[in-house]
Each structure stands twice: as C-alpha cells, then as structure tokens.
C-alpha cells in the first residue's frame, strides 16, 4: 500500500523559539558584527584611538625596570599632555582630565601611596608655573592656549627630568654616610638604597670596599629587586650576607646603623615602607644605632597617619581564621576529606569526623552552582536524597587560597613614627623628621 502523506493538520508543532538574547548590531557596522565582537576595543575619537592612561603606565614600568612607580605616573601623564585631543580649549578641561587620569591611575594599584605623591606633587607644580607665567591664562585667552599647552608640557618634561636626576643625588649625599667599617642594615627593594651603597661601592676606587652590608630578605615573598641590588654590590667586592626577618634582632649587635627607603614620607616626618621596616626601626632605637631614610622629595605626601592602623589603603596582614575557614573553598564551599588540599588545610576537622555534619547545606549550593559532578538532586536519575550527592562527588578547589594571603603579604606596608628616624636624605640635603613640614610647606605653598 502506498504511504500516504499526512495532513499538516496532524504535523506535530514545533516548539515555540525562545527570543534571542544577542543585542542588535551596532550602527554603522555590518549585520554579522554584533556588540560582542567589538568588546574590548579602543574607543576612538576623530578617527584616532583614545589614550590609555592605565596601560601607557604599566607599559613604562616594563620597558625602563629603574623606573619608580610615580616617576612613571608622572611620564603617562606628560605623554597624555603631548596628545591632548582638539576638543580641549581652556586649562580648565585641561587640568581635569589630568585629575582624571590620576583617579584612574590610582583605582588600578592595591598600594597608590607613592604614586598618590608624584602625580598629585605634579599637578601642583604644573599650576605653581602656570601662574608664574606671562601667557593670557584668563577666560579670554583664545589664541593662548596653544602657548599654554606647550608651557604645561615643556614644564612637565622638566619635572620628569628632576625626579630622574634626584636618585643620583641622593646617592652622593647618602654615600658619605657610609663610612670604612660600617655594617649596613637594608630591606626591601629601594633602588635608591642600591644607588647609595653603589656609589660608596665606587668611591673607593679601584681599591675594595671597605664596608659590608646585611640585606633582610622575606623566605615567603622573594622579591627580584632585591636580588637585583645584592647581585650589584657582590659585583663591586661588597660583602653582602642576606637573613631572614626573624634575624633581624640577633643581627643588629653587628650592625652600624639602619638605611632604608619609603614609598611615602608623611608630614610629620615618619615613612610608609614596605612590611618589616617599622620593626627594625624598633629595634635599631633599643641599640643606639642610627636609622637613615632615603626617598625622593616626590615621595613627600600629604598625609598624617595616626599609627599602623591609619593608612588610607586595604591590608590583608591579620587574617584571623579556624580550621573550617581554611577548608572552604574561594566560593565558601567545603574541598573534600579525601583531597590532599583538604588534609592540608584543615587536618582536625577530617580526623574528628566534623566534616560530615558541616556539608549538607553546603552541599545544596555547590550542586546549584554546577559544582557536583551529579545528576540534580530530585531528577529520577539521581541515587542521592534530597540533600544532595555523597561527599566522593564534591570536586577539588581550582587554586588554594595561600597564594592570595603571600600576595597580600608581598604588597604589604607598614608605618615608621618619626621619632625611629634619625635623618631624612633627599636630593635638596638632609633634613631632620621635625623638617620635612616645612619641605611639604616649600613644595606645596
């Protein structure tokens, strides 16, 4: 018998289309190139791409590794002056994109203290020459501004020009306080210390030198400046011996005296410096031994911290927690007994057998999450009560949380009172802590 067909009054009706979620392409592009083809992309104005304050930035940091970070801040800055769009006529629109530009700047670092200080001491100088100029700056400037816009970029470059040649300034005058015999205490990675020991390294001529130098280095969080400055001084027959922060106490009956540097100089003459500094402050006072500063005058901030709990940045240093914290997961999930990081992190709850009473809820959640690598629980496939799969199905944390507490650590800072420091060394001399308001005076007013 021959098939028939059947009437499209008996054909099955196919499932109703769900509305497309993809957004209508953007005017002006063809159908196919929709808004998530152009994610990412620079925008552009007058046909040319926008400046990128942030990546400019980074990208000054990678390609000149002597570059401090608001020396670098300040160059993005100057670069964005060199390529002002047309559309900005008045100092006004001027100094605000700066201002801007600075926010953003700041908004991309976890620790903005010494670039808070360069960026917002240049925009300063920059207003400071501008009124000490004859170019019409008023309303009616009109035809001026170009001369401005030069005057602002010309006085830029020379402020980038100062701060470069301030290192080596400072290293003149903070070699002669390292005398024959001395033993120097450092930490960190300051470049300008590098600079000071390395020019008392070549004062000595052809002949070795006769100092030596104590390099506290933290065992967790190495960091690559330092190895930088210590491989340089051993170059230049400087005998350096590298120990570890809790050696610092039992190090300090050799040591002649303390020489750091700082991220921030604040107006009561104490420093922000990197974690650590505040105690060998502490101890070189307990000593009799002296403690030298060194930082550019770029770095002198406008800021008065109270103590150790009073700076204007998050720190991650205490991090009070339990054995059922370090179980959980980024997400707050609980990592299987069986798992190495499991047994590594929270040894007592899978020995005790707490862990079976801590993961019905818990269990619910990561099975919402897609977690669970179950059918859902309710579904006529799935084995499981309603709490959710055996705790065999629950999966391995993607990255322990270790390396975000050694991250925070390695950015850490800590504040040094001034009355731990016995002199400030900047390239405009050596200043006592008492001095450095009437510095911030100088520079700002």
């Known amino acids: ?33 929709t808004r998530m083809d152009t994610v990412g992309a620079v925008p552009k104005l007058n046909g040319k791409p926008d400046f990128d304050i942030v990546s400019t930035y980074q990208s000054l940091l990678v390609s000149d590794p002597d570059l401090t970070m608001p020396v670098a801040a300040i160059e993005a800055l100057v670069l964005l002056l060199s390529q002002l769009p047309p559309t900005l006529s008045t100092i006004s629109e001027t100094l605000d994109l700066l201002a801007t530009s600075t926010a953003q700047l700041k908004r991309s670092i976890p620790n903005p203290i010494s670039l808070s200080a360069g960026t917002d001491l240049f925009q300063r100088y920059l207003v400071t020459t501008l009124r000490g100029t004859s170019i019409n700056h008023g309303p009616d400037s009109g035809g001026d501004f170009k001369a401005i816009r030069q005057h602002l970029l010309s006085n830029g470059r020379l402020f980038v ?10 290293a003149s005058y903070g070699s002669r306080f390292v005398r024959d015999g001395s033993v120097v205490l450092t930490n960190g990675g300051s470049r300008v210390v590098g600079a000071v020991l390395q020019a008392a390294a070549e004062a000595h001529g052809g002949g070795s030198p006769r100092f030596k130098v104590i390099y506290v280095q933290s065992a967790a969080t190495p960091h690559a400046e330092s190895h930088q400055i210590i491989r340089a001084l051993r170059q230049l027959s400087v005998p350096v011996a590298t120990i570890p922060e809790a050696a610092v106490a039992y190090s300090m ?25 505040y105690q060998m402050g502490i101890l070189a006072q307990a000593a009799a031994k002296p403690m030298y500063v060194v930082a550019e005058s770029h770095k002198f901030v406008r800021m008065f911290p109270l103590g150790q709990y009073d700076l204007p940045i998050e720190q991650k240093v205490l991090d009070f927690r339990t054995d059922l914290d370090d179980a959980m997961d980024d997400r707050g999930q609980l990592v299987h007994p069986d798992t190495p990081t499991a047994r590594s992190r929270a040894p007592s709850i899978v020995e005790s ?50 390396e ?32 450095v308001s009437e510095e911030l005076i100088k520079i700002w007013y």
Request: charged content about 20%; hydrophobic content about 30%; proline content about 15%.
């Open 1 to 33: 018998m021959a098939e028939t067909t059947p009437s499209p009054l008996y054909l099955p009706t196919p499932p109703e289309a769900e509305p497309s979620t993809t957004p209508p392409p953007l005017p002006g592009h063809p159908p196919a190139m």
């Open 161 to 170: 020009k100062r701060a470069k040649e301030a290192r080596r300034t400072i």
């Open 253 to 277: 009956g050799k040591v002649t005296m303390v020489l750091v540097g700082a991220e921030g100089v604040v107006e009561n003459g104490g420093i922000i410096s990197r974690m650590g500094t």
């Open 353 to 402: 057998g707490r862990w079976v009473e801590q993961t019905p809820a818990v269990m619910e959640r990561g099975e919402y999450f897609g977690t669970l690598d179950s059918p859902r629980a309710g579904s006529k496939t799935s084995s499981t009560s309603s709490k959710g799969p055996p705790l065999s199905k629950l999966s391995e944390p993607p990255a322990p949380a270790k």
């Open 404 to 435: 975000s507490a050694l991250d925070a650590q390695d950015s850490a800072v800590d504040y040094t009172p001034p009355d731990l420091i016995t002199a400030l060394i900047t390239e405009s001399g050596v200043h006592t802590p008492s001095a």
